[in-house]
């Protein structure tokens, strides 16, 4: 492997780190973060600002200091300037699993944006040898056995029940999971973009690890309720929005993990510092059943915080809703002696707290 990848701590020089959808929520995260801790990192990145609220985060990495280039990662020219690298985080994206059925994206632009987009940054590590960690999802495991799961009801919140699926177990679903379509369109993206992904890598001998993602969430999320429910909710509650629960029993048992992006840059410097030989190259990266949370203790949450404020009920489904994704993190946890140090309590707290300073964030980022 070549010695670039790995920090020489002797004789160490600045890790040319490019970060791509850098406007987005978790780009822009990971960008602030690794400046605020001084990692050893030159950050640039590339965003076409498309998501509402990602040009603010442009202007406030330019006054740190962040080169952002504006630019369309569909166009493979858009990348012809990037200058020398050593790796590149991908977060752009069409991230929303409604994406490419929801009337807003088309399919074609959905694939467009996700895939062949995560193509021409192949062709960008390939060029400048440079290392990829790709920002995957919980998406690509499949719909049917994790839509047929058997569940009770405990403390406000779904629980898987006996007998479990294969690959998974209570600790969540691993990595060994079916990944057979229907993924939906967004995880079928996804799941391409991790096999091409490691093709590449193999093929033209440039380190690549794929960060399977359950839900990151923190202050300053773009929140809809698609994509960024957790900011979405609370956002909401703060301001008295009208909330409403759908699918299932419409009364908010739905389950899901988080993960605050600091706690997943944790883990990008401890693989970007690490030996890859032998390494699995595909993790699930999430807050683990630690950080489960259904919408109605979310609510339970939100109203301890802001005084009670009514949810109604709404006996609509939607495409690809399930009742309990929580990604076992273990192989993480064992591969990189990594664990998420940041509470749910905490990046709930954290978000509440931007909310009220931030009233109007909905209107800007839905
Ligand atoms: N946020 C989550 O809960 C979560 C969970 C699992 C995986 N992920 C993955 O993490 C990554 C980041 O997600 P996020 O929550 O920050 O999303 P986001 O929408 O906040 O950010 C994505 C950014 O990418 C940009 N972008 C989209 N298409 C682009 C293109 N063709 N060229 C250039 N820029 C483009 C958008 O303008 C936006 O700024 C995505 O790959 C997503 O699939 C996110």
């Excluded at 801790?37 to 498309?50: P, Y």
């Excluded at 590149?88 to 409604?98: E, F, N, T, Y």
């Excluded at 062709?123 to 799961?149: D, F, N, T």
Aim: with cysteine.
């Amino acid at each position: 492997m070549c010695a670039k990848f790995f920090w020489d701590w002797e004789n160490r020089v600045a890790t040319r780190v490019f970060i791509t959808g850098i406007c987005g929520f978790v780009g822009n995260m990971l960008a602030k973060l690794a400046a605020e801790h001084n990692l050893d990192w030159e950050i640039s990145g590339i965003d076409n600002l498309a998501r509402p609220g990602s040009d603010i985060n442009r202007r406030d990495l330019m006054s740190r200091g962040i080169n952002v280039v504006h630019g369309d990662l569909r166009n493979s020219s858009d990348l012809d300037c990037i200058g020398d690298i050593d790796w590149v985080i991908d977060a752009a994206a069409k991230p929303s699993v409604l994406a490419g059925v929801d009337g807003q994206t088309s399919s074609r632009q959905l694939v467009e944006h996700n895939l062949i987009g995560t193509l021409n940054v192949l062709e960008l590590c390939k060029r400048s040898q440079a290392g990829l960690v790709l920002l995957s999802s919980s998406r690509v495991y499949s719909i049917h056995p994790l839509a047929k799961l058997s569940i009770e009801i405990r403390d406000g919140a779904y629980v898987p029940k006996l007998p479990f699926p294969k690959g998974m177990t209570e600790a969540g679903i691993s990595e060994s999971f079916s990944t057979t379509p229907p993924v939906s369109l967004y995880g079928s993206t996804k799941r391409a973009s991790e096999q091409i992904a490691l093709e590449y890598a193999a093929t033209f001998g440039f380190p690549c690890l794929v960060n399977r993602c359950g839900i990151l969430a923190g202050a300053g999320q773009f929140g809809r309720p698609d994509q960024g429910i957790i900011a979405f909710w609370i956002h909401s509650h703060q301001a008295r929005r009208s909330l409403h629960y759908t699918g299932f029993d419409a009364l908010g048992h739905q389950v899901r993990d988080c993960l605050h992006p600091r706690d997943l840059l944790a883990l990008i410097t401890r693989q970007m510092q690490s030996e890859l030989h032998g390494m699995p190259l595909i993790t699930n990266v999430s807050g683990g059943v630690e950080s489960a949370v259904s919408l109605q203790q979310l609510t339970a949450w939100c109203d301890r915080r802001f005084g009670i404020h009514p949810v109604s009920s709404q006996h609509t489904n939607r495409p690809f809703d399930l009742p309990w994704v929580v990604l076992d993190n273990k192989l993480a946890k064992e591969t990189w002696g990594w664990r998420p140090e940041t509470e749910k309590e905490e990046i709930f707290a954290e978000i509440a707290d931007y909310a009220e300073q931030n009233p109007d964030w909905l209107d800007i980022s839905s």
